[in-house]
C-alpha cells in the first residue's frame, strides 16, 4: 500500500483498462485484473474485502436473474422459424416498392427486437434470411447489408433487452421503466431507418429495384391471412413479457420466465422443438450468461476500488467544470460513451461508466430515466462504428460466401445509419416526452 492521490488512482485505472484492451486480452481479465493490481497499491491487501463484497452484492441481485432467461427466450425463438414465416410474408406486401426488400429486413428487425433482444441472434438471423434475397436481385451490397446491421441491432434497444437488464441494477432504476422508456425511442429509430431507405431507393432505384409482379402474384386475401398469422406469435409473445410488466402483474425477473416459456411453447407449435435444439439452446444460454456474468463480476470489482479511492468524486468535478455549462458536461459524457464503444463491448461500458457517471445526472439537471436513456441510444452506435463493431462481424461471418459480400460493403452500409442514431438522440434532446411519456403511463 503506498500513498496515491485519486486523481493518480482514476488516471491508472482508466489508462490501465485502455493499455489492457489493446493487448487482445479477455475484458473480463483486463477489468478484474487492473482493479486488483490499482486496487492493491491503494488499498494494499483490504483490497479484497472491497473486490468481495463489491463482486457479492451485485452478482446476486434479483433483477440480473432476467438475463439468462431472456437469453434462452431469445434463442429458443431463433430457432422457431418465426423470422423466416413473417419475411416470406412482408416480401409479398413490401416486394413491389424500389427499396422494399431492405424495409422488409427493418421491419423484421424491429419486430423481432421486440422479442429476443440479443444482437448476435438478430443479425445473424437477418443475414441469413434477407440478405441473399436482396443482393440475388440486385441490390447493392451496402444498402443490403447496413439495412442488417441496422435491423438487428435494434434488439439491443428495443425491449426485452438484455443491455435495459444489465443498465437497471447499475444505475439504480427499474428496468420496468427502462423497457418502457426504451420503446419509442426503438420505434422512432426504426421508423427513420425505413425512411431512409425508402427515400433514398425512390431516388437511386438501382439500389434497391423492385420485386416483379410475377413472384408476387398472390391474392390479398391470403396475404393478408399469411402476415396475421406470422405476426400472431411475435405479438403473443410481446404481450407475454411487456404487457405484463406494463399493466403490473409481474416484474421483469417473472416477466422473462413467462416469456422463456412462451418461447418454448412457440417453437414446440411450429414443430422445431426437439431434445437436440433444447439442448442446444440451454448450452447457448450458459455460455452467454456466462460472458456476461463473468465481465459483470470484473466491472463490479473495477468500480468498488475506482468509487472507494474517489475516483467517483474526480470524474464528476471534471464533468461539472466542462465549459458550456450543463450541456456542455452532457455532450462531454455523450461523446465518451461514443468514443468507448469504438474500443471496448457494450457490457464493459455500462458496468463501469454508469455507476460513475449516474451520480452526476441529478446534479445537471437532467431525469435519470431520460440520461440513462440517451446513453442506451448512444451505444447502439458501438455496434456499428469500427474497430469493435459487433454488427459488422456478425454480418460478415453470416453472409453466404458466393455473394462476394466485403468488410469495405458493410461499413459504408452502415454509416448513414450511425447518422440517424445522431439524429434520434438529437430529436431525444429536444423533446424529451419522446422517453418520458410511456413510462409515465405505467400502472404501478
Avoid at 29 to 43: D, T
Avoid at 154 to 166: A, F
Avoid at 215 to 220: C, G, H, K, L, S
Wanted: aromatic share 12%; glycine share 10%; proline share 6%.
Amino acid at each position: 500500500m503506498i500513498d496515491i492521490s485519486p486523481e493518480a488512482v482514476t488516471l491508472l485505472l482508466l489508462f490501465g483498462i485502455l493499455l489492457g484492451v489493446m493487448t487482445g486480452y479477455h475484458l473480463a481479465l483486463v477489468i478484474g485484473g487492473v482493479a486488483l493490481l490499482v486496487g492493491y497499491l491503494a488499498f494494499g491487501p483490504t483490497v479484497i474485502h472491497i473486490l468481495y463484497y463489491r463482486v457479492y452484492d451485485n452478482i446476486t441481485n434479483y433483477t440480473l436473474l432476467a438475463v439468462p432467461l431472456f437469453i434462452f427466450m431469445g434463442i429458443m425463438l431463433e430457432r422457431s422459424g418465426i423470422a423466416e414465416r413473417l419475411y416470406d410474408a412482408l416480401y409479398l406486401w413490401l416486394g413491389g416498392l424500389n427499396g422494399g426488400l431492405a424495409l422488409t429486413t427493418l421491419v423484421i428487425g424491429t419486430v423481432m427486437a421486440a422479442c429476443v433482444g440479443i444482437i448476435g441472434a438478430s443479425v445473424t438471423m437477418l443475414a441469413v434470411v434477407g440478405l441473399p434475397a436482396m443482393i440475388k436481385r440486385g441490390y447493392n451490397k451496402s444498402i443490403a447489408t447496413g439495412s442488417v446491421c441496422a435491423g438487428g441491432t435494434l434488439g439491443i434497444l428495443i425491449p426485452p433487452s438484455i443491455m435495459l437488464v444489465v443498465y437497471g441494477p447499475m444505475a439504480l432504476i427499474s428496468v420496468g421503466k427502462l423497457f418502457m422508456a426504451a420503446f419509442v425511442p426503438g420505434f422512432l429509430l426504426s421508423a427513420l431507418y425505413c425512411l431512409y431507405v425508402f427515400i433514398r431507393c425512390q431516388i437511386q432505384k438501382n439500389l434497391g429495384p423492385a420485386i416483379p409482379a410475377s413472384e408476387r402474384q398472390v391474392p390479398f386475401a391470403q396475404k393478408t391471412w399469411k402476415l396475421a398469422t406470422s405476426l400472431l406469435p411475435a405479438g403473443l409473445l410481446i404481450m407475454s413479457v411487456l404487457g405484463v410488466i406494463f399493466l403490473g402483474i409481474a416484474p421483469p425477473t417473472e416477466a422473462a420466465a413467462i416469456g422463456a416459456l412462451v418461447a418454448t411453447l412457440l417453437a414446440l407449435a411450429y414443430g422445431k422443438l426437439n431434445w437436440q435444439v433444447l439442448k442446444q439452446t440451454a448450452h447457448e444460454t450458459f455460455k452467454l450468461t456466462s460472458a456476461v456474468l463473468l465481465i459483470a463480476a470484473a466491472s463490479f470489482a473495477f468500480t468498488g476500488v475506482f468509487l472507494n479511492s474517489g475516483g467517483g468524486t474526480v470524474v464528476k468535478e471534471f464533468i461539472l467544470a466542462t465549459p458550456g455549462g450543463r450541456w456542455g458536461a452532457f455532450a462531454i459524457i455523450m461523446f465518451v460513451c461514443f468514443i468507448l464503444g469504438m474500443f471496448i463491448d457494450w457490457m464493459g461500458i455500462i458496468f463501469i461508466t454508469v455507476p460513475i457517471v449516474t451520480p452526476v445526472a441529478p446534479v445537471l439537471g437532467f431525469d435519470p430515466l431520460w440520461f440513462a436513456m440517451m446513453i442506451v441510444v448512444n451505444l447502439q452506435m458501438s455496434f456499428m462504428t469500427p474497430p469493435f463493431a459487433y454488427a459488422i462481424f456478425f454480418t460478415r461471418a453470416a453472409a453466404p460466401p458466393e455473394l462476394g459480400v466485403t468488410t469495405d460493403d458493410i461499413i459504408r452500409g452502415v454509416l448513414p445509419f450511425v447518422g440517424l442514431i445522431v439524429l434520434a438522440l438529437g430529436l431525444c434532446v429536444a423533446f424529451p416526452q419522446i422517453i418520458l411519456w410511456l413510462p409515465s403511463k405505467m400502472i404501478a
